[in-house]
């Protein structure tokens, strides 16, 4: 199935790409864009975390709802979709919400890379110190609602994101506990349109979870150079 992507980057990169095993925690709009790219582009082992159920109003913007999935767990449909796009491909599915309860067993799972979509601060916090701690290269989404403008998503250290009220948080927090703000993030520097309530723009998402994924493939295929 990859004789496409061999044919541009060869055989020896795909190979590489494929002996790499990636955690995602999150699997919603830019997460679940982020997963089904890794597995189209060689990606074989993934673990998935998501403890939440898909619901009618998530099938604006995420891949795996469908009227055929609704009310299933997202880890666990995608795990399904998975092995229909690639037979071979291993996944571990994990329907908790990860914290500070399960992170240590989490970290006991072989893996290279960790991808941070899903919602809660104190869960990105926990994951890019745990990341740190073990020496896993990890990438974050930042906010993502209320904004329309996919030329102004990027990949950047997160101390170089403007107009995005989580980033802002999670940048004070990593201060507060002495980490350098050098951590790799997908970010809008868009200003969010006000509202009470977070909306969401689906080419936004999308295009931020392709920059993730893109940005795990082009990180291990440059090993290779």
Request: with cysteine.
């Amino acid at each position: 199935m990859f004789d496409r992507l061999i044919g541009l980057i060869g055989q020896e990169k795909v190979d590489l790409i494929k002996s790499k095993k990636v955690l995602i925690v999150g699997v919603g709009g830019v997460g679940g864009i982020a997963l089904e790219t890794l597995i189209r582009n060689g990606i074989e082992n993934i673990i998935v975390v998501d403890k939440d159920r898909i619901d009618e109003t998530n099938k604006n913007r995420q891949i795996i709802a469908l009227d055929s999935t609704i009310d299933m767990y997202k880890a666990e449909a995608f795990k399904n979709r998975i092995e229909d796009i690639n037979k071979n491909a291993k996944v571990t599915v994990i329907n908790e919400f990860l914290d500070a309860s399960n992170i240590d067993e989490i970290f006991k799972l072989d893996f290279d890379y960790v991808i941070d979509t899903c919602d809660t601060v104190d869960t990105k916090i926990l994951l890019i110190k745990y990341a740190l701690k073990h020496g896993k290269r990890i990438i974050s989404s930042m906010g993502m609602g209320n904004k329309l403008d996919t030329t102004k998503v990027s990949i950047m250290p997160i101390k170089k994101t403007s107009y995005d009220p989580l980033a802002k948080v999670i940048r004070r927090k990593l201060r507060e506990e002495g980490i350098e703000d050098n951590i790799m993030v997908v970010s809008s520097i868009e200003e969010a349109k006000k509202s009470e309530k977070i909306y969401s723009y689906s080419p936004v998402t999308n295009y931020a979870g392709l920059l993730i994924a893109d940005y795990i493939i082009k990180d291990i295929i440059k090993e290779d150079n």
